[in-house]
């Protein structure tokens, strides 16, 4: 994954490890009311393939599936745990400075690309922040 130099939106490049080839395009609006991810898949659609929407502070989101005739339909939720959940994840958190997410994928659903866009979300998420 890469950021995508000439954009005005700060769009991301999702490509293939193996040849580098274009998987999806990933475009935030977390400027927005209702902040939310749209992800394009590399099919010259001018739709968004994915939605993903929620708290991107909190890291609480659920990454939708955009389908003809049925809408949006879940396909995964994240949340990141919460470092107070209890004493021992309090520890490990300060001192290992590291951060846990639930990922609850549905069945069917291509685990690898929705821990990448897990993975981008927090990526996209961090970069606001520290701006």
Known sequence: ME????????????SRADNGMKVAEIKPALASLTPSIKVYLNDGD??????????????????????????????????????????????????????????????GVDAAFVTALATLCDEISNDKQGA
């Open 46 to 107: 001018k739709e968004p393939d994915f939605l993903i929407q929620g708290d991107f502070r909190s890291k609480r989101f659920v990454i939708s599936q955009r389908t003809p005739g049925r809408g949006d339909v879940k396909i995964a939720s994240v949340q990141k745990e919460s470092k107070y959940a209890n004493s021992t994840a309090f520890l490990m958190s300060v001192m290992t400075d590291a951060q846990k997410y639930l990922l609850t994928i549905d069945p």
């Open 3 to 14: 950021q995508k130099m000439m954009s005005l939106h700060g769009s991301w490049i999702m």
